[in-house]
């Protein structure tokens, strides 16, 4: 069975940064996608940001310029940066891996089929 295991959150204040980290357990058949996703409080999960095997990557309007998505293939570990965080960037992050489509074909969260048990970020003002 394949699992997802996020770290790196925790609570920062406005301006701060984090590091989230995603190791998988397994070399996933097929893995052709991976994402970062969140999650407030009463508010649908969101995408934040997502790389193709070829490096090729994709972020939300909100966080562009602040967070950055990196892979280590070999490692299987996922990796999001975020820096000048915000009070709106506060929720659950979660990693996600999608199987043989890439990211552009779609990176809704019912396209992904593996998920992590989420890391909470905390952002005060």
């Known amino acids: 069975q394949v699992q997802l295991v996020e770290s790196g959150g925790g609570s920062v204040q406005a301006g701060g940064s984090l590091r989230l980290s995603c190791a998988a357990s397994e070399y996933i058949y097929g893995s052709s996608c991976m994402g970062w996703f969140r999650q407030a409080p009463g508010k649908q999960r969101e995408g934040v940001a997502t790389?193709?095997?070829?490096?090729?990557?994709s972020y939300a309007d909100s966080v562009k310029g602040r967070f950055t998505i990196s892979q280590e293939i070999a490692k299987k570990t996922l990796y999001l940066q975020m820096n000048t965080l915000k009070p709106e960037d506060t929720g659950m992050y979660y990693c996600?891996?999608?199987?043989?489509?890439?990211?552009?074909?779609?990176?809704?969260?019912?396209?992904?089929?593996?998920w992590g048990q989420g890391t909470q970020v905390t952002v005060s003002s």
């Open positions: 996600a891996v999608k199987q043989w489509y890439t990211c552009v074909r779609g990176s809704r969260p019912s396209d992904f089929r593996y």
């Open positions: 790389i193709d095997n070829d490096g090729s990557t």
